[in-house]
Structure formats: structure tokens, C-alpha cells
């Protein structure tokens, strides 16, 4: 299978896997083995199809580049999400919703652990729109995908827990999917929740926006209202405390300038934001996938690929938001170019990339399109970029993307808990 951009895609060209709706997930388009022609090709681009999945023999025995079975559970919690939160408005969220979210979100990690190097290799997810179920769902998926590649460190950094439980990331899912809750909470009924969440923090209104994160058309006060009334609304369910303090510090930093101020929220055990190890490690990651899903829709949106949201998550507009381990894990744990992409490189070869490159992700490997380039059996040929620095990706679909490549240092190793 091979990833084009649409306007690569030619008439004559066989679907390699269905073609679902951009706006409707759940609705497929033309099923997999559909020849595509030319009025078929301009009714996807004009509906907004950006890429499609087509056969081609260079790729033919490499037929694991899709994981079907991962990409449903993702789809079941985006599915989950889109039913709840487009009725919720300003009632509570029920414990039985809650418990359903965790199963959805078990049988997601079960998957993200039988099929790790599937996870982060296919096209980025599902839904790039501005929802927020869409955003729970796809920041769920970031972080489970991190805490995955994490797990010896979120073992280290729940020392209080027996193994099992500090090894079992469904919470962190869990707060992933719900961290933006308290924006659900939209009419007059929810005016007391408001008035008790100002009482209890009156500096919730105050500071500015995140970079690289909209207000949902919201003014500034209610903005930064809603951490704390997703913590409420979670708390008063009797979520998770693991959960429930995502939700609350999501927007907290590693270096102590984010927020809420928990000053009045802890009685004045605790001074001001959060910082370094004082929050959670759940949180941790759920903030760096949270602004990663955001700069990833951005420049989505601007029709640009996902290298370049990682690109701006390593610049200094971000410096000391982030813990340096997660925002390394979450870097590495979502490759630059998807399995199977068409690329061009800088001598002008065609390729696809077939296997990713954790340590430096712009540099994969990657297999020759040419007939010229087979071997002496058929076979096309494969390079490994790292292997050859003369080499880099010049093109991935279509799409100039020498602006963003970058270089990775040394992966910091995490020694398991003792």
C-alpha cells in the first residue's frame, strides 16, 4: 500500500483500504480494490479528501502498514465521545458514562500494546475537525501512544502504587479524553457550577491563552474557567483521582508559569501553579499531547503534514512547558512520515517509507518506486536514511517539507523502578 496526496493519485489506481468520509468518519465512501478514475478523483478533492491508500507492487509484501484493529478502538472512543458530549450540555457527567469510557479506553490500550509498531505509523488519526470530542479523542490517543513507549518512567513516577497499577494507563486515557469536559458545559444551568469554581480559584479568570491553543470562540474568563470545572464535574461523578487531576492541570507547565493557581484550591498547602514533578506524570502527558493535537489540526488545516506540528512543538515558543522525558516520548512516539507515505527525496527519487526511525524520525527508511533500482530478483531497493547523510526526505506527499526536518539528540535512557 502506498500514501498519496490526492493530487497524486491517478485514474486507473486501485484502493488499497476504504475511503471514509473527512467530516464522517463513520461513513465510508468507495470500499477497498475500487479502480479509481478521474470523476471519481475530483469528487473526493472537492469533499476534502487530502490522501488516499492505493496498491502498488513496490509495496505489495508489506501488508501491515494499516492496523485495522487499532484503528477501530481508536474510532470507538471518537464515537463514544461525538454521542455524549453533543447531549451533555450542562447536566453532570454519570459514573456509568465514566465506567464505559474505561472500558473503551482498555480495549485501546490492549490494542496500542498488541500492536505497537502499528501505533503511531499509519495516517495521524481520525477526525482533524475543531470538536471537542474529535480533540478528547485524538488527545487520548496521544498520550496512551507516549505512555506506552513511558511506561518505565510513569512507574518511577508512582512509587506509592503496587506494579500493576502503576504500569495500568486507562487513567491516563481517561484523562486525556475528558480533559477539555468543562468546556461542555454550555447553558444557564451550569451558572452555579461557574459561581462555585470562582469562589473557590478567583484568579481562574485571569492570564493569558496558551500559544497554539484557540479559545473556542470563548472570551478569556471562561477559557481559563475550564479545567476546574471539568475537575468538578468529574469529581462530583467520583472519577478516577488520577483522571480527575488531569483535567485539573492540563494546562499546567513544567516550569511553573501555566495554571490554575492552586493556592486556594489546596488551602494554601501549595503556592501558585503547579511545576516540575509536582504534577502529575498523567498530566504531564496529557499537556504535551493536548498542544500537540492542537499545532497537529493547525497544520492540518493550513494543508501542511504532521512534521510540521512536531517541528514547532521543539521550538522555543514551547521551552519549559513541557517535561523534557514526555516531550521527547511524545516526539518520537508519532513519526514525522507515515508508513507507506510516497516521498521524494533530495536526489529526486520516489519512495515510500516501510519502517520508522524512533531515534531520528526524519531520517526512516525508505524503498525505491524506480523499475530502474531493482535488484538482479525484482526486488525493490530499500535504504536506510541514517545510513546515508548525503540523503533526506525532500518531499512527503506532495508537500516541501525541508523547512521542518530536524535532528533528534540522544534518547535519555529511564532505568525501570526498582
Known sequence: MLLCS??????????????????????????????????????????????????????????????????????????????????????????????????????????????????????????????????????????????VSLENYIVRERPRLALEHSRDLTNLGLGGMLHDLGKVERTAGAAARRHEVDAADPAAGEGDGEAGQGDDGENLHAYR?????????????????????????????????????????????????LKGRQIHVFARIVAAANVLDNLMREADGSRLPPIVALHRLRQRDFAGWFDPVVQDAIIRSLPPF???????????SDGAVVTPNLEQPCRPSVRLLSEQQRDSEGRYRTIQLEQHPELSIAECAGTDVQPWLFDMPPRKSVAPAA
Open 225 to 273: 474557567r475550564h479545567p476546574l470545572l471539568g475537575y468538578q464535574m468529574l469529581r462530583q461523578a467520583r472519577g478516577p483521582a488520577s483522571a480527575t487531576v488531569c483535567v485539573l492541570t492540563h494546562h499546567s507547565r513544567f516550569d511553573g508559569t501555566g495554571w490554575p493557581d492552586m493556592t486556594h484550591l489546596s488551602q494554601g498547602r501549595i503556592e501558585g501553579p
Open 6 to 147: 490526492i493530487d497524486q493519485v491517478t485514474g486507473g489506481m486501485a484502493l488499497a483500504t476504504p475511503v471514509q468520509h473527512p467530516a464522517r468518519p463513520e461513513t465510508e465512501l468507495l470500499s477497498e480494490g475500487f479502480v479509481l478514475d478521474s470523476g471519481i478523483i475530483a469528487r473526493l478533492r472537492s469533499l476534502g479528501v487530502r490522501a488516499l491508500w492505493v496498491r502498488h507492487d513496490a509495496m505489495a509484501d508489506l501488508p501491515f502498514v494499516i492496523a485495522q484493529e487499532l484503528t477501530d478502538k481508536r474510532q470507538a472512543v471518537y464515537e463514544q465521545l461525538r454521542k455524549d458530549f453533543a447531549r451533555m450540555d450542562a447536566r453532570l457527567i454519570s459514573a456509568g458514562q465514566l465506567n464505559l469510557y474505561r472500558r473503551v479506553l482498555m480495549e485501546l490500550v490492549c490494542e496500542l500494546l498488541s500492536s505497537r509498531r502499528f501505533a503511531g505509523m499509519t495516517d495521524y488519526l481520525f477526525g482533524q475537525g475543531s470538536d471537542l470530542f474529535q480533540h478528547g479523542a485524538n488527545v487520548a490517543y496521544l498520550s496512551l501512544l507516549a505512555g
Open 338 to 348: 507515515p508508513m507507506g507515505a510516497h516521498v521524494r527525496l533530495s536526489d529526486g
